[in-house]
T-cell receptor
Framework: RKEVEQDPGPFNVPEGATVAFNCTYSNSASQSFFWYRQDCRKEPKLLMS???SGNEDGRFTAQLNRASQYISLLIRDSKLSDSATYLC??????????????FGSGTQLTVLP | NAGVMQNPRHLVRRRGQEARLRCSPMKGHSHVYWYRQLPEEGLKFMVYLQKENIIDESGMPKERFSAEFPKEGPSILRIQQVVRGDSAAYFCASSPPGGRQETQYFGPGTRLLVL
């Protein structure tokens, strides 16, 4: 079983649609959770951190359910510029280092005009 | 403030040659991480370094791969005797001292192609 699992998609949605991505992680000792965005052949960029209380940044809302080991990202009123691969990222303590990130394989989103 | 810099951006090597990938962290950052992204896969952690120290190399292949972050100059990821399976994008990230885990800023990556 992968440490971080995501639906690979692709998700093809019209502009203005609401789209939700899900992610599960296997290690209950995971400490920190994030969504990154990666454009084609570019580096990952931090989109937002994810907290148990849920957090919102404009059109983006992230939720964490520690009991179910489940993370979600909701994008409202999607824009063409939202087209990218969305990476679920978890900090899993390993070998005494709390600084390595474990990435899911990503969910590809294409927003259509 | 320049971001994380990596060079070269593209590197072509023949099997058996050596590849050297360089990473200059953001100004003021003292933590460097290397990740590898194989085609159609997610990023995989390789190594975490601070100046002159390897902190965590649990993701590094046992052979042919090494990394350093000297007191002066960029961090270097070195791959000896490259094989076709080493073809991938290699991303470097940096974070400030004492910074929270999520403040890892990624460089543009080096795309290695082994012929």
């Amino acid at each position: 079983r992968k440490e971080v699992e995501q639906d690979p998609g692709p998700f093809n949605v019209p502009e203005g649609a609401t789209v939700a991505f899900n992610c599960t992680y296997s290690n209950s000792a995971s400490q920190s959770f994030f969504w990154y965005r990666q454009d084609c052949r570019k580096e990952p960029k931090l989109l937002m951190s994810v907290y148990s209380s849920g957090n919102e940044d404009g059109r983006f809302t992230a939720q964490l359910n520690r009991a179910s080991q489940y993370i979600s990202l909701l994008i409202r009123d999607s824009k063409l510029s939202d087209s990218a691969t969305y990476l679920c990222v978890v900090n899993i303590p390993f070998s005494g280092s709390a600084r390595q990130l474990t990435f899911g394989s990503g969910t590809q989103l294409t927003v259509l005009p | 403030n320049a971001g994380v810099m990596q060079n070269p951006r593209h590197l072509v090597r023949r099997r058996g040659q050596e590849a050297r990938l360089r990473c200059s962290p953001m100004k003021g950052h003292s933590h460097v991480y290397w990740y590898r992204q194989l085609p159609e896969e997610g990023l995989k952690f390789m190594v975490y370094l601070q100046k002159e120290n390897i902190i965590d190399e649990s993701g590094m292949p046992k052979e042919r791969f090494s990394a350093e972050f000297p007191k002066e100059g960029p961090s270097i990821l070195r791959i000896q005797q490259v094989v076709r399976g080493d073809s991938a994008a290699y991303f470097c990230a940096s974070s400030p001292p004492g910074g929270r885990q999520e403040t890892q800023y990624f460089g543009p990556g080096t795309r290695l192609l082994v012929l």
